[in-house]
């Protein structure tokens, strides 16, 4: 993807605590980078998590996290934090995201989150309202697999 076609980014300034001896961001912190953006597309979508999910009486659970760099971040840069939901499953889905300083792709990859009930914490299916929220907000339409009731 480019950075225009990503309707949701969220500025985020590189703290001094985040960079290593050479001067560069830490790899590690690409990924509190990754949750930083989620949490603000979910705030962006009405539903600021954690509150806003379980209140509607459900929760989330990261499966897997993929990243892949591209090019270095250092202190002080101004970073675009790009996030979109790409698939929505029965009972998870795929968050895509880049992240850019000016045009620049920094780092790309994917956060994969399953739907689970709060008190069993056992996978269940996505709810409508989350679904529905996803849908009319993304620019793009996610792709859909296996949205057929349990």
């Known amino acids: 993807m480019a950075k225009q076609d990503y309707r949701f980014t969220h500025r985020l300034r590189v703290r001094w605590a985040e960079v290593d001896r050479q001067g560069i961001v830490f790899n ?36 897997k996290a993929e990243l892949e760099y591209h090019a270095s971040a250092q202190y002080d840069n101004e970073l675009d ?24 792709l920094l780092v790309s990859g994917k956060v994969i989150y399953v739907n ?20 009319g907000f993304e620019r793009t339409a996610p792709a859909e697999t296996n949205t057929a009731p349990a």
């Open 28 to 63: 590690g912190h690409y990924l509190a980078y990754f949750d930083v953006g989620i949490t603000e597309y979910y705030r962006a979508l009405g539903y600021p998590y954690p509150d806003g999910l379980a209140q509607q009486g459900t929760d989330l659970y990261v499966k």
């Open 81 to 104: 934090i790009c996030v979109r939901v790409g698939r929505l499953g029965r009972s998870s889905f795929d968050f895509e995201i880049e992240i850019y300083l000016a045009e620049q």
């Open 116 to 135: 689970a009930d709060p008190a069993s914490r056992k996978s269940a299916p996505l709810p409508e309202f989350l679904r529905k929220a996803i849908k």
